[in-house]
């Protein structure tokens, strides 16, 4: 499926050597984007993204970059938009893990908030410099920023909610400009960090108004529709994605 309505444009995707990432990165290109991707340990997968997009027909690249280093954030954000002479859309879709109060420590709260938070303002705060009218700033959050439905979620649900904060306030400070900032909350979405098939699947599935989980592709194409012209009047949103988890 391509409807190559982002010919022309480029695109910077965080943490699309997998799962909702690479979904997001190959639709974009799919749509006609030239998409850089970033990774920090997964340089194989990030290779294999490349080469799928390319023989397609499409433009891409990887840049090896840590979510928890500004400096090489920033770095891959000029990067991209040197190579494509522009950037018009920036995704942050990287992830940090949760873990029990009891079993988080300070530096692994840090960390949380690092990646989820502290990323895509760094991430964003680049691209902007770089964006022009038309602008996407979209950054990927989670349903559970607005409901905590399980035990072991304080770090990540509260990066995810504050993100949504973050997120809002760009609109106010981008919008004059006519550059958008939104977030898309997951709910369930089968991938090889949640598998549909794993142990905790199940008690998943029985919290959702549909129960079965989401796809990356799913979740790849409503940020493709943010990203496209349908979506240039919607700004400050968090648009979830959740098979009614939340509902």
């Known amino acids: 499926m391509s409807s190559r309505r982002l010919n022309g444009k480029a695109a910077l995707v965080t943490g699309g050597s997998r799962g909702i990432g690479a979904a997001i990165a ?9 998409v850089a ?46 190579a494509f002479g522009r ?60 409901r905590a439905t399980d035990a072991g979620l ?8 504050a993100l949504v904060g973050l997120t809002k306030a760009f609109a106010r400070d981008l919008g004059p400009r006519g550059i958008t900032a939104n977030v898309v909350h997951p709910g369930s979405t089968d991938t ?8 905790h699947a199940e008690h998943q599935r029985q919290k959702m108004a549909m129960p079965r989980f989401g796809t990356a592709d799913e979740i790849a194409g409503m940020v493709a529709w943010l990203a496209g012209p349908e979506g240039r009047f919607v700004t400050g949103a968090a648009l979830t994605i959740d098979g009614g988890a939340n509902a």
């Not at 290779?47 to 891409?60: L, S, T």
């Open 26 to 34: 190959r639709r974009l290109a799919a749509d006609g984007a030239g």
């Open 37 to 82: 991707i970033t990774y920090v340990n997964g340089e194989e997968g990030a290779r294999a993204v490349v080469r799928e997009i390319e023989a397609a027909g499409g433009r891409a690249f990887a840049i090896k970059a840590d979510n928890r280093d500004a400096g090489a954030i920033e770095a891959a954000v000029d990067e991209a938009a040197k």
């Open 87 to 146: 950037l018009d859309i920036l995704v942050n879709s990287a992830i940090w893990r949760a873990a029990p109060i009891d079993a988080l420590s300070l530096a692994d709260f840090d960390e949380t908030m690092e990646v989820n938070l502290r990323a895509p303002f760094v991430a964003a705060k680049a691209a902007a410099a770089h964006m022009g009218e038309g602008g996407r700033i979209i950054s990927i959050g989670s349903n559970l920023a607005e």
């Open 154 to 161: 304080c770090a990540y649900s509260a990066s995810k909610a």
């Open 192 to 199: 090889d960090m949640n598998p549909a098939g794993g142990p």
